[in-house]
Every structure is written in C-alpha cells, then in structure tokens.
C-alpha cells in the first residue's frame, strides 16, 4: 500500500508532467489535462485561499440578502415574474429540507416589510450599498482567482453591479418561465404521449432547474471578474460548479435529515447554523467552478503546474521593452489599441507576470490605461520623446521605493564599474527612441 501511493505521488508530481501531449492523440490529451488541472486545483484548495473567500462572502450575503430580494423582485414585479423568486429560493435552498421551506418564508416576509417610500433617501441608499458591497466583494474574490491586479473603476463598478443586480434575475428567471411555456405547450403535451418521447421530455424537465442552475454560473463567470473571460471555459467551469452542486447538496440533504442531535444542542439556532453553512457551500462551490474556469483558460499555467514563476532581470528588460514596442508600433499605424486579452495571447507570459511588467510602466508614466469593456493600453507620452534607456531604467527600478533606503558598504571600485557600465549603455543608446524601436530603426 505505501509503495502505491509512493508511486502516485512521483506520478502527480513528476510523470504526469512530463507528457508532451503533442504527440499524444485527443483522448489521452484530455485525460492529461484533466489529471493536471484536477492535481492543481486539488492543491490550490488545500492551501485554504478559496475557504477563507468563501467564508467572508457568507457574512456579506447574510447582510445583503434581503435588500438584495428586495430590488430583485421590485425589478421582477415590472415585468410581472416577480411571482418566481419564492420557488427559485425554495429550489436553492431545497439541500435544507423542511428547514428551507421556513427560510425562504422568514426571507420572503422580510422583503415584503421592506417599504422603499418609508426608508427615505438614506435607507434607500444603504440599501443599494449594501447589495453593492456584496457584488464587490464577489467580484475581489473572482479578481483573485483570476489573478487580476487592478479592480474595476468607480464608474464601471456603478454601471456593471447594477447590469448584473438589475438584468441578471431577470435573465434567469425568463429563462425559467420561457422553458415552463415550451415544456407545457400542446405539441410538447400531445407528444408526451408518444414513446419514447414521453420518457425523454419528463426527464428533460427535471434537469431544466440544472441547466439554469449551469447558466446562472455561466453568467457569473463570464461578466463579474475584471477580464474577458471566454465563454468555453466559463461554460465547463460552472458545469462542474452544478454537478459539484448536486452532489453536495444531496450529501447535505442527507446531513440534515440526520443531525437531529445539533437541533437538540443548537435549539431554535440550529437553522440558522444550518443555512450559514449551505451558504459556505454555496460560494465555496461558486469559487471552485471559477478556478477551473481560469485553468481552461490559461493552458501555460496548467503546463507548468502552477508553480510559482518569476522573470529574470535579463527577461524583465526584454519582455518590457517588446510590450512598449508593439504597443508603440500599433500606436503609430493608428489601430485599435492592445487590450490585456490580447497582450496575454500574444505572450508566453502569464497574467500575474504580464500585468506587473504594465503596471510598472504605467506608474513610470510610459504607458496609460485606458477604460472600457476591458483594459487596453497606449503609450503614455510622445513616443518620439520616450529614450529607451528610460524604458530600461523604469523596468529596473519599478520595485524599488524613495522612503525605503538601502544603506550598504560599497566598494569604491564597485561604484566606479557601475558608473561605467551606466556610461557605457547610454553611449549604446544615444538617443534611440521608442518610435525607432517601433519603426525598425535600430
């Protein structure tokens, strides 16, 4: 037994990563990737980021719950489907049992208290704010499995909570209704009748609520973390976020139904214990569905295990002065600018390398950002002004800060062979400048 797990390990963290699985035919390609992207999520829940994410998103949703349902069914009430919220909350929360049942009325009780003409502009702005918050700190938690760096801006953040807030319910429960008119159409009636119609079309309509369920995730995935997330990976990501959710919430349902002991022990509090942990469940779901997304999306990542990487200062230089180039040369030839999407794809590097070298030349000044749907980058200054020796000075000192002072014992000698070397690069470069780079004229 010792030596087969032995050979497991050595397996996991050896042999399966040394596959070229470009020789290798579709099936054993995906059987890899599967095994490889299985081991690092594996590893990367072990390590308890994702819990703790998950553990500060349940505290905010118990805040935000009902303000949320709140403007939720207000939104629903004006195309007249605001009837559904109740059965959808009954059908998330259907792992707890009888339990649920009561929840969902406790929920649905407070929302139909919440008067808007009574709360006055304060409450309504609390109220906002703290759906808001909520949609935040989703979006920080997605950012981080993401590896995104840099949050949405106060304008964009207002605009697209609100889209997701305002028409993401309305989407969702549309889409139940529209499904609930085909399922109960004539012809779909008449042909229920028929073998094996009838079969197929009652088993259809059983998965229905999973599909929305997968659809909800899809959606979540694609249009909450501060990246263009493709719709393939965000698609098999909330795939296994819906069969990780049937599966668990079966296990909890079975849970429930036997843990008469914690209702004797928690009294009356038992519910609530019980409904903050599905909640837990809920977004630790969520998130793992999310970092399979990201994973599909970024195959290098996947090759290399997801060790940690870092550039070198040789490949620092050279990848910062490729990205001031191709940026400069699409600059000049006056076409729609680079976004981080497309910098990636274009690149070996991966995302937390490549929005470091960015933000980098962004805070020397070389480079703005520039918002909409997604970030895209210009040059900062005139690029006939920008010296390539200020580009290398800017890759080399961007860690480096004025209020922290290295006091060290430097031999004259070393200085003075610096001084040279400085002297010397400065005479290699002259007065090159960013559009020579750009335009071939080196």
């Not at 296990?251 to 004797?264: E, G, I, N, Q």
């Not at 400069?328 to 794809?345: M, N, T």
């Not at 970030?375 to 005139?382: L, N």
Request: aromatic fraction near 10%; charged fraction near 15%.
């Amino acid at each position: 037994m010792t030596e087969l797990i032995s050979k497991l390990k050595t397996f996991f963290q050896v042999g399966l990563w040394q596959e070229h699985l470009e020789k290798s035919n579709l099936l054993i390609r995906w059987l890899i990737n599967t095994l490889r992207v299985s081991y690092i999520m594996a590893r990367e829940l072990a390590t308890g980021e994702l819990n703790l994410r998950a553990m500060s998103l349940v505290f905010t949703s118990l805040l935000s719950l009902v303000p949320l349902i709140a403007v939720a069914f207000s939104v629903l009430k004006a195309f007249g489907i605001h009837n559904q919220i109740e059965p959808a909350l009954l059908s998330i929360l259907e792992p707890l049992g009888s339990r649920g049942e009561e929840i969902t009325a406790n929920i649905i009780g407070f929302v139909d208290n919440v008067k808007v003409g009574l709360l006055g502009t304060l409450g309504v702005a609390m109220l906002f704010y703290t759906i808001i918050a909520l949609v935040q700190k989703i979006e920080n938690a997605f950012n981080f499995v993401w590896r995104v760096k840099q949050a949405r801006t106060l304008a964009r953040r207002f605009t697209d909570y609100l889209s997701v807030v305002m028409i993401g319910p309305l989407l969702i429960f549309t889409g139940l209704g529209v499904a609930a008119t085909v399922l109960n159409h004539d012809v779909i009636q008449q042909m229920q009748a028929i073998e094996p119609f009838g079969t197929l079309l009652v088993f259809v309509s059983k998965l229905v609520p999973y599909f929305m369920i997968i659809l909800a995730f899809t959606f979540l995935y694609k249009f909450i973390p501060n990246t263009r997330v493709k719709l393939g990976p965000a698609l098999i990501g909330a795939t296994v976020a819906g069969i990780m959710w049937v599966t668990l919430g079966t296990l909890f349902a079975s849970f429930v139904a036997s843990s008469s002991s914690y209702t004797v022990i928690y009294s009356s509090f038992a519910i609530l214990f019980f409904f903050m942990l599905w909640l837990y469940l809920a977004w630790f779901i969520l998130l793992t569905g999310a970092q399979v997304a990201f994973y599909l999306q970024h195959p290098k990542l996947v090759q290399l295990g997801d060790k940690p990487y870092e550039l070198s200062p040789r490949l620092r230089e050279k990848e910062g002065l490729w990205l001031m180039t191709v940026i400069a040369r699409r600059f000049c030839r006056h076409q729609p600018a680079f976004s981080l999407q497309d910098l990636e794809e274009q690149t070996a590097l991966i995302p937390s390398i490549l929005q470091e070298l960015l933000m980098a030349l962004v805070q020397g000044g070389l480079l703005v950002e520039l918002a909409g749907e997604s970030s895209s980058y210009v040059p900062g200054q005139d690029i006939s002004a920008i010296k390539v020796s200020v580009i290398l000075h800017c890759l080399r000192t961007a860690e480096e800060s004025e209020l922290l002072k290295v006091k060290s014992l430097v031999e004259p000698a070393v200085d003075q062979l610096l001084q040279q070397l400085a002297i010397a690069q400065n005479g290699v470069l002259s007065e090159l400048t960013l559009h020579d780079l750009a335009m071939g004229k080196v």
